[in-house]
T-cell receptor
């Protein structure tokens, strides 16, 4: 089975802190994605990556950055956390030729 | 550009009754279409996908969906609801052209009443 692992299920941070969310996949997928999920809004794409060291902005990249130094790992960075970034963050991966996404279990971030 | 609407943010059905979750999409090119399910405190998992091979698509756990181009719809159905079907369901669309991102709908929360 494909496994996408997110490092933290629950985090509580203070406004202004730098936050790292880590995601690792074990199926050699080329593509990796970060979404945020908010009630009534579904999933919104923050950033995605087609290859190592490559990144593309999604629909809501403001306030976020990403890093992909190795194929299996994709990190989401909140440089200075704000309360409006309180959300569920979902990492996903896929093969280049497929659209099917494999998701991690999510990281629920609360910014106080 | 692609977009997805899901009619009804909450749907309740009785155990054993038909489940019908509605999804309409907008796409300027032939789409790929998906239904994902999310159980409480978990990530999303794929229920089924339409990739133009057949208009009626069968998925896991007894679910199926029919692609209707004339109605731009991809509604999800299951003949008989089970308590374990209670979850959040997301419809999603992606263009069939060169790689395109996957766009998700807002989701429908399904409750199953004993």
């Amino acid at each position: 089975d494909v496994k996408v692992t997110q490092s933290s299920r629950y985090l509580v941070k203070r406004t202004g802190e730098k936050v790292f969310l880590e995601c690792v996949q074990d199926m050699d997928h080329e593509n990796m994605f970060w979404y945020r999920q908010d009630p009534g809004l579904g999933l919104r794409l923050i950033y995605f990556s087609y290859d190592v060291k490559m990144k593309e902005k999604g629909d809501i990249p403001e306030g976020y950055s990403v890093s992909r130094e190795k194929k299996e790992r994709f990190s989401l960075i909140l440089e200075s956390a704000s309360t409006n970034q309180t959300s569920m963050y979902l990492c996903a991966s896929s093969f280049s030729s497929q659209r099917e996404l494999f998701f991690g279990e999510g990281s629920r971030l609360t910014v106080l | 550009a692609q977009s997805v609407t899901q009619l009804g943010s909450h749907v309740s059905v009785s155990e054993g009754a038909l489940v019908l979750l509605r999804c309409n999409y907008s796409s300027s090119v032939p789409p790929y279409l998906f239904w994902y399910v999310q159980y409480p405190n978990q990530g999303l998992q794929l229920l089924l996908k339409y990739t133009s091979a057949a208009t009626l698509v069968k998925g896991i756990n007894g679910f199926e969906a029919e692609f209707k181009k004339s109605e731009t719809s991809f509604h999800l159905t299951k003949p008989s609801a089970h308590m374990s079907d209670a979850a959040e369901y997301f419809c999603a669309v992606s263009a069939q052209t060169s790689y395109d991102k996957v766009i998700f709908g807002p989701g429908t929360s399904l409750s199953v009443i004993p």
